[in-house]
């Protein structure tokens, strides 16, 4: 009736004006799809293939989840959310998705029995060097993903492989590429060097910088550069204002969040409803396989082949001479050798018809039945029909029943149990959160009270999270500094902790970076200006030893006279170790001497710097006759040149393609 007055009411002058408003915006709504994208949920377009904002997202917390499993302790989750990165990852979405449309395009495939191997060859789902099934199901489970879903990602990354393999395959290393790779990796330098430290290593960081700004001002009285750096004279006020102000970017204050949490953990639950005795038992006679080896019996067999539909007469005649089989066995026969002699089974004919161990529901039923019904003491049946043909089966010898009593398996059973029922409470009370929390995703108050959670609070923390509480979790911490928390200021999607184990987070304060005051930092700046004081003594002090070094001092009286390290060189080569890598990477950039003598130069190091004197330059040389050496510079360069060559292959696709990015997506 009310849905009729309306109805009759919406008549005349009144419909059609209600009408008319409706359709102004409908029809506003209309025109503009015509003008916009309709790529409104991606992050690029390929080609008219769109990869998604949903695509995107998962993939790059999939990158940041290996990285951070890779990289351990050093992983810096601040690095992985800067846009340049999440542009990189973009890149790499994009020229996957090149590939796979060239690949579709060229009708690159791999097979069910390549693709079956290559599972197989993974040794994350091996045990004790095999495959292990059950193995591969439990990994799978735990990442979320069913064998359908992984074998189909991974028949797309072998074919996604073809192309850059086939070049690396055709990848070659000419003799001169070789001849000229092993000239310069294997070249060999002679060359003395002053090692001037700005931070001797005897002294704290900051009697490091003012010994070294001492001994410059010993040397070198009159020098006024020295004279400022002595160790006698205190920072200037001037000069620390001056650093902080032009060094603010160092002094920054790390963006940190406080979040308040709720947390929901099957262990923590308690109270537990106690299964009565009939349903542990009826659980026991369900899965008695699990706890009972049933009785298996060590057998042989004779078989005579014939047709179930063969004529009466064959069926008799094989019977029959079933029969006499029989008889000869029970006679004292020896039955392995009547077997290899009359069985026409090829596969235990010539093993004295040995079946080995058989447990129930491995033979068909007419064989099972005539097995279980012999005994030791009568081990020769009569003639059995199968579908095979006749058998005649001798029991050898019964190995009985093992395995656990009801009252010994009660409590797994009863641990299991316990386990199912906290499965149900946590789904459903994860359930009931998750509603609750969807229908107001501004508070945790709601939810935390028709639980019986507490709100809890952590933070302040910054992207590299905490050492305890929720923000040690790498996801939580990601959580706290998504989109959805800490610019929507909305409750976070369920978080897994472990088995049973969650929690959602809301985010309570942000506390963005600032600049840290002058006070606060006073000590490190101070300190960064000895540093750079330092720093510049030594330079000083090697320049003044280069100027004598070049009006004809021996190098080696230099550093005695200085009281300096010498360094001295025979045949390093550029990857040696018996020679400091920085000192080698600054020598094996000088130039070659030349016939007018030592090169030398003075090359800053990261403590300090050091005179050098290069004397000499032997380029290395191929050896033909060292078949396995040549073979590796071979790869070594194919495999470079491959590289490149991909690298060549992927832009001539994108200068090729349509490609289009929303840079105000990722």
Same mark, same amino acid.
Do not use: C
């Given at each position: 009736?009310?849905?009729?007055?309306?109805?009759?009411?919406?008549?005349?002058?009144?419909?059609?004006?209600?009408?008319?408003?409706?359709?102004?915006?409908?029809?506003?709504?209309?025109?503009?799809?015509?003008?916009?994208?309709?790529?409104?949920?991606?992050?690029?377009?390929?080609?008219?293939?769109?990869?998604?904002?949903?695509?995107?997202?998962?993939?790059?917390?999939?990158?940041?989840?290996?990285?951070?499993?890779?990289?351990?302790?050093?992983?810096?989750?601040?690095?992985?959310?800067?846009?340049?990165?999440?542009?990189?990852?973009?890149?790499?979405?994009?020229?996957?998705?090149?590939?796979?449309?060239?690949?579709?395009?060229?009708?690159?495939?791999?097979?069910?029995?390549?693709?079956?191997?290559?599972?197989?060859?993974?040794?994350?789902?091996?045990?004790?060097?095999?495959?292990?099934?059950?193995?591969?199901?439990?990994?799978?489970?735990?990442?979320?993903?069913?064998?359908?879903?992984?074998?189909?990602?991974?028949?797309?990354?072998?074919?996604?492989?073809?192309?850059?393999?086939?070049?690396?395959?055709?990848?070659?290393?000419?003799?001169?590429?070789?001849?000229?790779?092993?000239?310069?990796?294997?070249?060999?330098?002679?060359?003395?060097?002053?090692?001037?430290?700005?931070?001797?290593?005897?002294?704290?960081?900051?009697?490091?910088?003012?010994?070294?700004?001492?001994?410059?001002?010993?040397?070198?009285?009159?020098?006024?550069?020295?004279?400022?750096?002595?160790?006698?004279?205190?920072?200037?006020?001037?000069?620390?204002?001056?650093?902080?102000?032009?060094?603010?970017?160092?002094?920054?204050?790390?963006?940190?969040?406080?979040?308040?949490?709720?947390?929901?953990?099957?262990?923590?639950?308690?109270?537990?409803?106690?299964?009565?005795?009939?349903?542990?038992?009826?659980?026991?006679?369900?899965?008695?396989?699990?706890?009972?080896?049933?009785?298996?019996?060590?057998?042989?067999?004779?078989?005579?082949?014939?047709?179930?539909?063969?004529?009466?007469?064959?069926?008799?005649?094989?019977?029959?001479?079933?029969?006499?089989?029989?008889?000869?066995?029970?006679?004292?026969?020896?039955?392995?050798?009547?077997?290899?002699?009359?069985?026409?089974?090829?596969?235990?004919?010539?093993?004295?018809?040995?079946?080995?161990?058989?447990?129930?529901?491995?033979?068909?039923?007419?064989?099972?039945?005539?097995?279980?019904?012999?005994?030791?003491?009568?081990?020769?049946?009569?003639?059995?029909?199968?579908?095979?043909?006749?058998?005649?089966?001798?029991?050898?010898?019964?190995?009985?029943?093992?395995?656990?009593?009801?009252?010994?398996?009660?409590?797994?059973?009863?641990?299991?149990?316990?386990?199912?029922?906290?499965?149900?409470?946590?789904?459903?009370?994860?359930?009931?959160?998750?509603?609750?929390?969807?229908?107001?995703? @501004?508070?945790? %108050?709601?939810? +935390?009270?028709?639980? =019986? *959670? #507490?709100?809890?609070? !952590?933070?302040?923390?910054? $992207? /590299? &999270?905490?050492?305890?509480?929720?923000?040690?979790?790498?996801?939580?911490?990601?959580?706290?500094?998504?989109?959805?928390?800490?610019?929507?200021?909305?409750?976070?999607?369920?978080?897994?902790?472990?088995?049973?184990?969650?929690?959602?987070?809301?985010?309570?304060?942000?506390?963005?970076?600032?600049?840290?005051?002058?006070?606060?930092?006073?000590?490190?700046?101070?300190?960064?200006?000895?540093?750079?004081?330092?720093?510049?003594?030594?330079?000083?002090?090697?320049?003044?030893?280069?100027?004598?070094?070049?009006?004809? @001092?021996?190098? %080696?009286?230099? +550093?005695?006279?200085? =009281? *300096? #390290?010498?360094?001295? !060189?025979?045949?390093?080569? $550029? /990857? &040696?170790?018996?020679?400091?890598?920085?000192?080698?990477?600054?020598?094996?950039?000088?130039?070659?001497?030349?016939?007018?003598?030592?090169?030398?130069?003075?090359?800053?190091?990261?403590?300090?710097?050091?005179?050098?004197?290069?004397?000499?330059?032997?380029?290395?040389?191929?050896?033909?006759?060292?078949?396995?050496?040549?073979?590796?510079?071979?790869?070594?360069?194919?495999?470079?040149?491959?590289?490149?060559?991909?690298?060549?292959?992927?832009?001539?696709?994108?200068?090729?393609?349509?490609?289009?990015?929303?840079?105000?997506?990722?």
């Amino acid at each position: 009736m009310v849905l009729q007055s309306i109805r009759d009411r919406l008549t005349g002058i009144i419909a059609i004006f209600i009408f008319a408003i409706l359709i102004i915006p409908f029809a506003f709504v209309g025109v503009s799809s015509y003008f916009t994208s309709g790529a409104v949920n991606s992050v690029a377009v390929v080609n008219d293939k769109e990869i998604t904002i949903g695509q995107y997202n998962q993939g790059f917390q999939n990158y940041r989840r290996r990285m951070q499993a890779q990289l351990g302790a050093a992983f810096d989750p601040e690095l992985f959310d800067q846009p340049i990165i999440r542009r990189q990852f973009l890149d790499q979405l994009i020229n996957e998705e090149l590939l796979a449309q060239v690949s579709i395009d060229a009708g690159l495939a791999v097979d069910d029995a390549v693709l079956a191997q290559a599972i197989r060859d993974v040794e994350a789902f091996h045990v004790d060097g095999e495959f292990n099934v059950d193995v591969y199901q439990a990994r799978l489970n735990s990442q979320g993903l069913t064998p359908k879903q992984f074998e189909t990602n991974m028949r797309a990354s072998m074919v996604l492989g073809q192309f850059p393999n086939a070049i690396s395959n055709s990848s070659i290393a000419t003799n001169w590429e070789k001849a000229d790779y092993v000239r310069l990796m294997e070249q060999q330098r002679d060359f003395n060097a002053v090692m001037v430290p700005a931070f001797p290593a005897a002294a704290g960081p900051e009697e490091t910088a003012e010994t070294a700004a001492a001994e410059v001002t010993q040397e070198s009285a009159g020098d006024t550069a020295a004279q400022e750096a002595a160790p006698e004279a205190v920072v200037e006020e001037e000069a620390i204002i001056e650093w902080y102000e032009n060094n603010q970017g160092d002094y920054m204050s790390e963006e940190r969040v406080i979040i308040d949490y709720i947390e929901l953990d099957a262990a923590t639950f308690g109270g537990a409803v106690e299964p009565d005795e009939e349903a542990l038992r009826a659980r026991f006679e369900e899965q008695q396989v699990r706890f009972i080896t049933p009785e298996a019996r060590l057998a042989s067999h004779i078989l005579i082949e014939v047709d179930q539909q063969a004529p009466q007469l064959e069926l008799e005649t094989a019977r029959q001479q079933a029969e006499d089989l029989v008889a000869l066995a029970r006679e004292g026969g020896d039955f392995a050798e009547l077997a290899r002699e009359h069985s026409q089974d090829i596969g235990s004919a010539s093993e004295g018809g040995d079946l080995g161990w058989i447990e129930p529901g491995f033979m068909v039923q007419a064989f099972e039945d005539g097995l279980y019904a012999l005994t030791v003491e009568n081990p020769v049946s009569e003639p059995i029909q199968t579908g095979f043909g006749w058998h005649v089966i001798y029991l050898r010898e019964v190995r009985p029943s093992e395995g656990m009593t009801y009252t010994e398996a009660r409590e797994i059973l009863l641990a299991e149990y316990k386990a199912e029922a906290d499965d149900r409470r946590f789904l459903e009370q994860a359930d009931r959160m998750v509603d609750i929390i969807y229908e107001d995703p @501004t508070t945790l %108050s709601a939810a +935390a009270e028709e639980l =019986g *959670l #507490e709100v809890g609070q !952590a933070g302040p923390f910054g $992207r /590299a &999270g905490s050492d305890f509480g929720p923000a040690a979790n790498p996801d939580v911490v990601s959580a706290a500094f998504s989109d959805l928390v800490l610019a929507q200021s909305s409750v976070s999607d369920p978080i897994d902790l472990g088995v049973n184990h969650m929690v959602m987070i809301l985010l309570r304060e942000h506390l963005p970076q600032a600049l840290l005051p002058l006070e606060e930092v006073r000590d490190q700046v101070t300190q960064s200006i000895r540093n750079q004081r330092a720093m510049e003594a030594a330079r000083i002090k090697a320049e003044e030893l280069l100027v004598s070094l070049d009006a004809g @001092t021996e190098i %080696s009286t230099l +550093a005695g006279t200085a =009281g *300096l #390290e010498l360094v001295e !060189a025979q045949a390093a080569l $550029r /990857a &040696g170790t018996e020679f400091d890598a920085r000192l080698l990477a600054k020598v094996f950039l000088l130039k070659k001497p030349d016939d007018s003598g030592p090169v030398t130069a003075v090359v800053e190091l990261d403590d300090g710097y050091a005179v050098v004197q290069l004397n000499g330059v032997t380029d290395g040389e191929l050896n033909p006759e060292d078949a396995l050496l040549n073979q590796a510079y071979a790869q070594r360069i194919a495999t470079s040149a491959a590289s490149s060559e991909t690298i060549g292959f992927l832009r001539m696709l994108r200068a090729q393609s349509t490609i289009e990015v929303f840079e105000d997506r990722l």
